[in-house]
């Protein structure tokens, strides 16, 4: 076990010292991803810098579908009732080892609900815990944060590929039909890795965390700049504009409406569950649990400070996207890897293939729409069942996550730390998990 921490508190050291912003990382990959266009895709550098410029306002929509996420999910978690909830939880973290292993239990529960919702909480939730439990190795703490983006996430209830061929009129219905969930996400096999990941890494990261000599405790300062949250004063001059602003009466008419649309959109079924019905609900009940308007324009100030890692980056990674998209790129190591492949090693070769192209284009359903025609039809001609590969791909979506700075661009925010001090713990992390998946793919399916 003191092997395992050191490992890790070596990969800590290196990363600290030589792996860049998370701007950085993003800008060097795009520079890679230049080099794969103009050798393995074999387009000229005018047609590289086209896809490059053309995708990069290709995201906006979904850009502002994230920024609202943590907005909408950091105003909630400002209402009284949700910071009581979560302070009780976090109650729970009676010694740092615990405390981590909490984190981490959480962190991967909830990303099989909601990626999203999992973003916003465990951000939040590092906050608390760390209050409760300044002993605690503030980098590990806030890497089992991130631990159900890289783990669960694609596996659970807003899994992005299952949920879409689950659905009757997606884009592949002619080549392979409506696949149900209970052949994906709720098969046995999905079901079973879940659990054991779930438990696996939990383990680890009580094993992982050092001795209190080596503990890399957070900053009291940092802690003290987390601050509280402090409702307005009522001003003491009763004017109209006053009496408005701190009477509930709005906050309550509103949230009610939007409660109300929200019921009537989910009375549809699980399927209408997808990103802008959870956003909408978000905010709604932030704006209902808040009070007041005075209470909620001071709350999202604080959510709106948050922001900067989404609107500067996400165009940055569209970009990559659209070197990827425009000089088919994606096609040609989707073709390598599918020469490689038999009947039982496919699904392992999707997992593998689906993590290396997250890595660059870290965007499940739209990276999905370019990749799942030729590997279904790859599945096809190898007598795969397309099951097997939405898992495989789902899985190794997920997988890259944990060392890729994109989706930890709100936690890292929220938690004032750099990506590149989590690393080391991530980085061992990835080399435990996804051996594991890997075998489960290869032996288990």
Known sequence: ?????????????????????????????????????????????????????????????????????????????????????????????????RAVMLMALLSMALAYVNWGLSLVASAVMVRFIVRRQPEVDYRLLVACAYFGLGATWHSGLSASAPLLVATPGHFLEHQLGVLPIDTTLFSAFNLVLVAVVVIVLTVLAGVLHPRPEHTVRVDPALVESFGRFEPPPVPEERTFANLLDHSPVLNIAFGLCALAFSAIALAKGWQALNINTVNFLFLSLAILLHGTPARLLKAAEEAGSVLSGIVLQFPLYAGI?????????????????????????????????????????????????????????????????????????????????????????????????????????????????VPLVSAAFLWCL
């Not at 074999?42 to 995201?59: D, I, K, S, T």
């Not at 989707?334 to 997250?358: C, D, R």
């Not at 739209?366 to 590969?389: D, F, H, M, R």
């Open 321 to 433: 996207y659209g070197v990827f998209k425009f000089t088919g790129l994606t096609e040609q190591i989707g073709q390598a890897f599918v020469s490689l492949g038999s009947a039982k090693t496919f699904p392992a070769i999707v997992y593998w293939y689906s993590g290396i192209v997250n890595y660059f284009v870290p965007s499940g359903g739209s990276k999905w729409a370019i990749e799942a025609p030729y590997l279904l039809q790859a599945a096809k001609t190898l007598g795969v069942a397309p099951n097997k590969v939405v898992l495989a791909y789902a899985w190794g979506d997920m997988a890259s996550d944990l060392i890729q700075p994109f989706w930890a661009l709100p936690l890292l925010a929220v938690a004032k730390i750099e990506f590149k001090h989590l690393l080391g713990y991530l980085f061992l992390a990835f080399l435990i998990y």
């Open 1 to 97: 076990m003191d092997l395992l921490v050191r490992i890790a508190d070596a990969l800590g050291r290196f990363s600290a010292r030589y792996v860049p912003s998370s701007f950085a990382i993003a800008v060097l990959l795009t520079f890679v991803t230049f080099a794969l266009g103009m050798t393995w895709g074999h387009a000229g550098p005018r047609q590289v810098l086209e896809g490059w410029g053309n995708g990069f306002w290709e995201l906006l929509t979904f850009s502002m579908q994230m920024a609202l996420v943590l907005f909408s999910g950091y105003l909630l978690a400002l209402t009284a009732p949700v910071r009581l909830m979560l302070e009780k939880v976090a109650s729970l973290a009676r010694t740092p080892r």
